[in-house]
């Protein structure tokens, strides 16, 4: 009976990305009808910064034509660029009638998008129009389309809260004009660290308007750093390869520490590594997308949100750990970013725990990425791409004034 009620078809916008591809292979995998919707942005930014993913993932057509061949199934794919074609986006909403609309299609790196003005206006361009348009197009389809979007840890920012994160909402008390105590929740006061952060943090102002306004149905959800690569379908096939960045940019701080240490370059820690991070690892990330699809809010519902991650740890932490493991050296170099030096970070994941995720933790997980990802495919990361050289201020570059007090 539940089963009849499960939605069939899913859009998956940003589908070719490092977590849109196993969701959409993850997903298709279960049954549902997969349409992916990507303008290959990420693709084009690899070329312009003359990068490239350390696996070898294969063009679009070749990886939708291997999964067909292993799975049996046909995932549909539209070249369009969500933030700009709207009318595009409408016409496929039209077309596939989809019960769910899944969004991973933002410029999602922080230093990438503090490199410059024109990458600050691109990025807040890019993921605003995105969600923007997404949104209208929902409400003018005249369809009950459920939304999932990824969103980020980062935009509660990363100051010591001194409690533990709530999901999404903050229990406020405030004084009323008589004097009277006044409960109330509250979104979460935002704090976002970067231009990209801050653009997670305008999306969720648009997902309390179109839900208070259209009673559109909405799940944002607030995801940690991710690391590893493979989930279980893309190692059905080296052609459905996940993508592996490790780039000063787009490399996140754990797959960055286990290829350095695998390329005998030493860690690069930021400063004192003293930031307290959120950690999800790719194979639970397929898995809360598959359980947020499967836990829709109710119409009326406010936007739901969960917080996507299993584990908090320590930068310099995880650099020991890496350490340890391989006996590589460690580098504290100068913090290119503008944070707290040191941070405690306490965060509340229940939601997913309730609705039956199991988290794959970092002491199973990080041996296997070692000797799978990190061995196989060290020799093709390129050493001059390893240190991270997006500044967050003027003041911070090398050879203008000093690095700026606090950060080292
Ligand atoms: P990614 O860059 O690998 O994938 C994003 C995909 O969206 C790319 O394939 C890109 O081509 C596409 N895209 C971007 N703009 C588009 C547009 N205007 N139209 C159509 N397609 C567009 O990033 P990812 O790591 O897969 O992240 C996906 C989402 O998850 C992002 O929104 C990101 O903010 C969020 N997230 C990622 C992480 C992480 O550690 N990777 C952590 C938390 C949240
Ligand atoms: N760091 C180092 N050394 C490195 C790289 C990073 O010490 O070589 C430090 C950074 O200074 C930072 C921390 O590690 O304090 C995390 O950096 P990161 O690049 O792994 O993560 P971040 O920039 O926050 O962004 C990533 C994703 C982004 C997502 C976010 C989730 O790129 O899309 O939204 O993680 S979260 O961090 O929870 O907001």
């Not at 660029?81 to 933002?106: K, S, T, W």
């Not at 969720?204 to 308007?209: E, K, M, P, S, T």
């Not at 002491?363 to 990190?374: P, T, W, Y």
Request: one cysteine or more; glycine letters at 8%; hydrophobic letters at 35%.
């Amino acid at each position: 009976m539940r089963k009849e009620l499960q939605p069939r078809k899913i859009i998956v916008l940003g589908g070719d990305g490092f977590c849109g591809w196993p969701t959409s292979l993850h997903l298709s995998g279960l049954g549902y009808q997969i349409v992916i919707v990507d303008n290959l942005s990420r693709r084009q930014i690899d070329e312009e910064c003359q990068m490239n993913s350390l696996t070898p993932i294969q063009p679009i057509g070749v990886r939708l034509d291997a999964w067909e061949e292993v799975s049996g199934q046909r995932i549909a794919y539209y070249p369009l660029n969500v933030a700009e074609d709207y009318e595009g986006l409408l016409e496929v909403i039209r077309q596939e009638a989809p019960e769910v609309i899944i969004h991973f299609a933002e410029q999602r790196s922080a230093p990438y998008s503090m490199k410059s003005s024109r990458l600050k206006r691109y990025t807040v361009d890019n993921n605003i129009n995105a969600t923007h348009n997404v949104l209208c197009a929902i409400v003018e389809s005249g369809m009950d389309i459920h939304l999932i979007h990824l969103g980020t840890m980062g935009v509660y920012g990363y100051g010591t809260a001194g409690m533990e994160i709530p999901e999404g909402y903050l229990e406020v008390e405030v004084a009323g004009v008589t004097g009277e105590r006044l409960r109330q929740e509250i979104l979460y006061p935002t704090n976002p660290e970067s231009v990209y952060h801050m653009t997670k943090s305008l999306d969720q102002l648009l997902f309390l308007y179109y839900n208070k306004n259209d009673k559109l149905r909405v799940t944002d959800l607030h995801q940690g750093i991710v690391w590893g690569t493979h989930t279980r379908e893309t190692l059905l096939d080296e052609r459905l390869i996940n993508r592996f960045d490790y780039d000063g940019d787009y490399g996140t701080v754990l797959n960055r520490f286990l290829i350095q240490a695998a390329a005998g370059h030493p860690i690069t820690v930021h400063g004192t590594g003293g930031q307290t991070r959120a950690f999800i690892h790719i194979q639970d990330t397929v898995r809360c997308v598959q359980l947020a699809v499967e836990h829709p809010p109710e119409a009326g519902d406010r936007v739901l949100i969960m917080n996507q991650m299993t584990e908090t740890h320590r930068v310099r932490d995880l650099a020991a750990l890496v350490s340890r493991l391989t006996g590589c050296e460690i580098a504290y170099v100068p913090n290119p970013r503008q944070e707290a030096a040191e941070n405690e970070f306490h965060v509340k994941n229940n939601l997913f725990l309730s609705k039956g995720l199991l988290p794959i933790t970092l002491n199973e997980g990080l041996l296997m990425e070692i000797s799978d990802i990190a061995h196989k495919y060290a020799k093709y990361a390129d050493s001059s791409k390893f240190p991270a050289m997006s500044t967050w201020t003027r003041q911070q570059q090398p050879g203008i004034l000093p690095v700026a007090e606090g950060t080292l």
